[in-house]
């Protein structure tokens, strides 16, 4: 019940279109209720014979049109608030996930599959607002009636009100004891279901690589062996079920011969009139119908619970805390690392004892093997994660005592990736500022060496570009993410420079756009190439998750630390020596 009421709660905003589906439910549930009392009287007054009262008759036959047209039009109307309610929940649920998702921290997308995230969604969200719809539109409706009946069958036979009024506890009791084993079975289901989503929606947004390596036929497998593993699921879960339901049908049409049997017997020995037992034979029918309709009400109910735990458990997560109202301001751009420690896993410290300084303007090179922690540490700047112990400073200023909409106002940020969305070239450089004017946008375009290639497209900056850029050339997306970044115009800087797989001339472009992307501002470079280490102001190497030197390119060249190594590098025997050592530290010559 818990669970239900949880469920119940996420539309509480929509309680009074609940309330006005209810009123229209008791409406309806009154005309089933008079129906058979109609239906009953008239069967009497049938009976009377040339004795009837004609005008009697035809006014029980007016009352029985007039109900069945205010059935059609309350179940219409009911009908169609309902499937308002539907939508609206679907729009509420969906908007508080997808907000909530965006306030919780990076770990949590690094521990999970983005289509797991999003088969969660659409799962959960499809069975709760099923499950309301339910509710409203057939759950209340069959409360309402059956009450009502029941009070009117214990009026007319307090025998037959009681066999019939023993049919819920017996079938809930029945069904109640066969939920937990139910949704074992749809927990692993569900298990199959996001895994094998996950790997579709990974394998679809990255299909250039599955067809490039003839990988079609092993995706698909996985694909497959998931949802066969639901299946081999769904075979026991539906065959127990199904079981149970045979058992609990069998106990009900044992009730139900006792019941016709008593008000046939009794009818005939004259305890009933024609039109009693007429009017207890509907009633019997009118509980009959949602008494077998429970099983589809109690599966939906079970599924809503099982599918919607995702929901509640992501929706359960701790978003990031940002207990600061304090906005920062850089004036300078100044930033310091003091005795900064950091694990991604509690008390596994991967990194300890991080510090350097940069200077407002200057330009810096995070230099290390893979793995050392360069990516972690502008992370650590954007506060995606926060430091174990030690602080970062901005102009003196802890960047963990600021709003993080404002530190990160103050970043710009060229990932390796340039990360596009799809939409137009105009929509992704003004990603940063949506009401950057046109000629704002083109400057900045200009200034990334872009402009030239944009203007040459049918539509210029109203091009659309594709999911991630895909219509666009390697260079052209990194341009397009350089453009993004100036027009952005924040004082610091985060510049993964990857260039490695561009063409020569892409290349030159992008080097020269990252040039005017860098000018006066105060920029953390993670350097792909020895010639960006060597332009620097300074260097910072990491080596075994700590600073292991800094200094400038002159100072640090004959130190014999990592700087020098990566020089001597230069002077290998052989290309192939050459860039499979540059390669350890991600670099190319």
């Given at each position: 019940?818990?669970?239900?009421?949880?469920?119940?709660?996420?539309?509480?905003?929509l309680?009074?279109?609940?309330?006005?589906?209810s009123?229209?439910?008791?409406?309806?549930?009154l005309?089933?209720?008079?129906?058979?009392?109609?239906a009953?009287?008239a069967?009497?007054?049938?009976?009377?014979?040339?004795?009837?009262?004609?005008?009697?008759?035809?006014?029980?036959?007016?009352?029985?049109?007039l109900?069945?047209?205010?059935?059609?039009?309350?179940?219409?109307?009911?009908?169609?608030?309902?499937?308002?309610?539907?939508?609206k929940?679907?729009?509420?649920?969906?908007?508080?996930?997808?907000?909530?998702?965006?306030s919780?921290?990076?770990?949590?997308?690094?521990?999970?599959?983005?289509?797991?995230?999003?088969?969660?969604?659409?799962?959960?969200?499809?069975?709760?607002?099923?499950?309301?719809?339910?509710?409203?539109?057939n759950?209340?409706?069959?409360i309402?009636?059956?009450?009502?009946?029941?009070?009117?069958?214990?009026?007319?036979?307090?025998?037959v009100?009681l066999?019939?009024?023993?049919?819920?506890?017996?079938?809930?009791?029945?069904?109640?004891?066969?939920?937990?084993?139910?949704?074992?079975?749809?927990?692993?289901?569900?298990?199959?279901?996001?895994?094998?989503?996950?790997?579709?929606?990974?394998?679809?947004?990255?299909?250039?690589?599955v067809?490039?390596?003839?990988?079609?036929?092993?995706?698909?497998?996985?694909?497959?062996?998931?949802?066969?593993?639901?299946?081999?699921?769904?075979?026991?879960?539906?065959?127990?079920?199904?079981?149970?339901?045979?058992?609990?049908?069998?106990?009900?049409?044992v009730i139900?011969?006792?019941?016709?049997?008593?008000?046939?017997?009794?009818?005939?020995?004259?305890?009933?009139?024609p039109?009693?037992?007429?009017?207890?034979?509907?009633?019997?029918?009118?509980?009959?119908i949602?008494?077998?309709?429970?099983?589809?009400l109690?599966?939906?109910?079970?599924?809503?619970?099982?599918?919607?735990?995702?929901?509640?458990?992501?929706?359960n997560?701790?978003?990031?805390i940002?207990?600061?109202?304090?906005?920062?301001?850089?004036?300078?751009?100044?930033?310091?690392?003091?005795?900064?420690?950091?694990?991604?896993?509690?008390?596994?410290?991967?990194?300890d004892n991080?510090?350097?300084?940069?200077?407002?303007?200057?330009?810096?090179?995070?230099?290390?093997?893979?793995?050392?922690?360069?990516?972690?540490?502008?992370?650590?700047?954007?506060?995606?994660?926060?430091?174990?112990?030690?602080?970062?400073?901005?102009?003196?200023?802890d960047?963990?005592?600021?709003?993080?909409?404002?530190?990160?106002?103050?970043?710009?940020v060229?990932?390796?990736?340039?990360?596009?969305?799809?939409?137009?070239?105009?929509e992704?450089?003004?990603?940063?500022?949506?009401?950057?004017s046109?000629?704002?946008?083109?400057?900045?375009?200009?200034?990334?060496?872009?402009?030239?290639?944009?203007?040459?497209?049918?539509?210029?900056?109203?091009?659309?570009?594709?999911?991630r850029?895909?219509?666009?050339?390697?260079?052209?997306?990194?341009?397009?993410?350089?453009?993004?970044?100036?027009?952005?115009?924040a004082?610091?800087?985060?510049?993964?420079?990857?260039?490695?797989?561009?063409?020569?001339?892409?290349?030159?472009?992008?080097?020269?756009?990252?040039?005017?992307?860098?000018?006066?501002?105060?920029?953390?470079?993670?350097?792909?190439?020895l010639?960006?280490?060597?332009?620097?102001?300074?260097?910072?190497?990491?080596?075994?998750?700590?600073?292991?030197?800094?200094?400038?390119?002159?100072?640090?060249?004959?130190?014999?630390?990592?700087?020098?190594?990566?020089?001597?590098?230069?002077?290998?025997?052989?290309?192939e020596?050459?860039q499979?050592?540059?390669?350890?530290?991600?670099?190319?010559?």
């Amino acid at each position: 019940m818990k669970d239900i009421f949880k469920i119940l709660q996420t539309g509480r905003e929509l309680w009074r279109s609940y309330v006005l589906v209810s009123i229209f439910t008791v409406l309806l549930s009154l005309i089933t209720i008079f129906q058979p009392l109609l239906a009953g009287w008239a069967i009497d007054e049938i009976q009377k014979g040339t004795q009837a009262n004609v005008t009697y008759a035809f006014i029980l036959a007016l009352g029985m049109f007039l109900l069945d047209l205010a059935q059609t039009g309350f179940s219409n109307l009911s009908g169609y608030i309902g499937d308002i309610i539907q939508i609206k929940l679907n729009k509420i649920l969906s908007e508080n996930y997808y907000k909530h998702l965006m306030s919780l921290p990076q770990h949590y997308f690094d521990n999970e599959q983005t289509g797991k995230i999003i088969n969660r969604l659409n799962r959960s969200i499809v069975q709760i607002t099923n499950f309301i719809h339910m509710m409203t539109n057939n759950f209340l409706q069959f409360i309402f009636s059956t009450i009502l009946s029941l009070f009117i069958v214990f009026y007319i036979s307090w025998p037959v009100g009681l066999m019939l009024a023993s049919l819920y506890p017996i079938f809930v009791w029945m069904t109640v004891r066969t939920s937990n084993k139910w949704m074992k079975y749809q927990s692993k289901k569900n298990v199959h279901f996001d895994v094998a989503n996950g790997r579709f929606n990974e394998a679809i947004s990255q299909v250039k690589v599955v067809k490039s390596y003839m990988q079609q036929k092993r995706e698909l497998n996985f694909f497959s062996r998931h949802f066969t593993g639901a299946y081999k699921q769904t075979v026991p879960q539906s065959r127990f079920w199904h079981k149970q339901d045979v058992k609990r049908r069998l106990i009900l049409n044992v009730i139900f011969f006792g019941v016709y049997g008593f008000i046939f017997v009794r009818g005939a020995q004259g305890a009933f009139t024609p039109g009693q037992a007429v009017t207890l034979i509907l009633y019997a029918i009118n509980i009959r119908i949602p008494i077998f309709s429970i099983s589809y009400l109690v599966e939906n109910t079970q599924r809503a619970v099982a599918d919607s735990r995702d929901y509640f458990e992501a929706m359960n997560e701790v978003p990031e805390i940002d207990k600061s109202v304090v906005d920062l301001e850089v004036t300078k751009g100044e930033i310091e690392f003091k005795n900064v420690a950091f694990g991604y896993v509690k008390n596994k410290i991967i990194m300890d004892n991080i510090s350097f300084s940069i200077k407002a303007g200057q330009k810096v090179a995070l230099v290390g093997e893979s793995g050392e922690g360069k990516t972690t540490l502008t992370n650590l700047m954007l506060r995606l994660y926060e430091p174990s112990s030690g602080k970062i400073t901005i102009d003196s200023e802890d960047i963990t005592e600021v709003t993080k909409a404002s530190l990160r106002a103050q970043i710009g940020v060229v990932f390796q990736e340039p990360n596009l969305f799809s939409g137009t070239i105009k929509e992704n450089i003004s990603y940063a500022n949506p009401k950057a004017s046109q000629a704002q946008i083109e400057s900045a375009a200009k200034a990334a060496n872009a402009h030239e290639f944009i203007k040459d497209f049918d539509e210029g900056y109203d091009t659309e570009i594709g999911e991630r850029g895909l219509k666009l050339s390697g260079g052209q997306k990194q341009r397009i993410a350089i453009a993004r970044a100036i027009l952005k115009d924040a004082p610091i800087l985060i510049l993964d420079e990857a260039t490695s797989s561009l063409d020569s001339k892409s290349e030159l472009l992008v080097q020269e756009a990252f040039e005017h992307l860098m000018k006066g501002r105060t920029t953390i470079i993670i350097a792909h190439r020895l010639s960006t280490i060597q332009n620097v102001d300074s260097i910072v190497a990491l080596k075994n998750g700590t600073v292991a030197e800094t200094g400038s390119p002159e100072e640090l060249a004959t130190s014999g630390g990592i700087y020098s190594r990566l020089l001597e590098v230069q002077t290998a025997r052989s290309a192939e020596e050459r860039q499979e050592a540059l390669a350890k530290f991600g670099i190319v010559g």
